[in-house]
């Protein structure tokens, strides 16, 4: 029997860390003066195998999901992923295998992943403008590497792609217009979002946040938008498609539009750790019960037992509704890949 949590949210979506590693250091995830050469990310060991992750997968769709994004840190960092993508793509009832990358190894590796049979791609890219690209990726690279792999994508099969842009006050404001225009007129999908307190280390402040509407305001006095319906239940992104054709963006507010009620999603960490909402302080140990030999009844019915009592709604209790929004200790951004 599939599992309903205590506001009665099915087990829908799977994001699934294969790395707690990542090549870039931006600053609302991994900052550099925090995350720099001495950090110690963990060890090998540690981290889930590719048998211990298909295992996981196929216990999860047996309790209702359908929809599997490997995430990271940063994924294409970890060896012989297509390797892990072909194993994944074979389990029965995995309707869309998904990938979110930076794209900075994306063209290396587009038409491997294609190949395993990797659905889609969803790329993070906040900024056109070098400079800028340079502070929000927190590297010395320029954006042109990035702009390759999703070209490398979508000639490997994989898109449309999803761009995934993080906007910030004061910093990348700019760059919405730039970036809506030059994907404007191909299939990808350019989605923007707030800028959200994930984790206690990113310096967040509400001042920083540049509201969705604001976005789609910007957009629309120059290529008006019209409001799209969400493709299935539970879309965190508002959809609007440009009023001559020419494409599709999105929204995603998080911090002004919660959307917590019809949340399906279910995180694993790299090391194995069950966390029901982007905002968690915690994990439940799924690594401990795999490798204790524990059988897949047992491990199925910690998963169950987890949902079955989750009742979280982080974003709506930071915007008020129906409660003070909880402090203290949260699980990074770059443990549970956004």
Request: glycine share 10%; with cysteine; proline share 6%.
């Amino acid at each position: 029997m599939e599992p309903l949590d205590a506001l009665g949210r099915p087990l829908r979506d799977l994001r699934l860390s294969v790395t707690d590693r990542c090549n870039f250091r931006c600053p609302y995830c991994m900052p550099a003066e925090l995350f720099g050469e001495r950090y110690a990310f963990l060890p090998r060991p540690e981290i889930l195998s590719f048998e211990e992750i298909e295992r996981l997968v196929r216990l999860f769709v047996e309790l209702g999901v359908r929809k599997l994004r490997i995430t990271g840190g940063e994924p294409l960092i970890r060896a012989e992923l297509p390797r892990l993508i072909e194993r994944l793509a074979r389990i029965d009832g995995i309707e869309d295998l998904a990938l979110t990358s930076n794209g900075f190894l994306l063209a290396r590796h587009a038409v491997a992943l294609a190949d395993a049979g990797l659905s889609r791609v969803t790329v993070s890219l906040d900024a056109l403008d070098p400079e800028v690209f340079k502070t929000m990726s927190g590297s010395p690279h320029e954006p042109e590497r990035v702009l390759e792999g999703i070209a490398a994508a979508a000639d490997a099969g994989l898109g449309p792609l999803k761009i995934n842009c993080v906007v910030q006050q004061g910093v990348n404001e700019d760059e919405v217009l730039r970036l809506a225009e030059h994907f404007r007129g191909t299939p990808h999908i350019v989605r923007f979002i707030e800028f959200m307190d994930v984790g206690t280390r990113n310096r967040w402040d509400l001042d920083r946040v540049v509201r969705a509407g604001d976005i789609v305001e910007r957009i629309g006095q120059r290529y008006p938008l019209e409001p799209l319906d969400a493709n299935y239940p539970g879309e965190v992104a508002r959809r609007y498609r440009y009023a001559d054709g020419q494409g599709e963006v999105g929204v995603i507010a998080s911090v002004t539009q919660p959307f917590c009620r019809g949340c399906t999603r279910a995180r694993v960490t790299a090391e194995g750790r069950l966390v029901t909402c982007l905002f968690s302080d915690a994990g439940v140990d799924l690594k401990g019960p795999l490798r204790d030999g524990r059988s897949d009844e047992a491990v199925r019915d910690i998963v169950r037992g987890v949902w079955s009592t989750r009742s979280d709604r982080y974003s709506e209790e930071r915007a008020g509704v129906g409660g003070p929004v909880r402090s203290g200790r949260r699980i990074e951004m770059y443990q549970v890949g956004g």
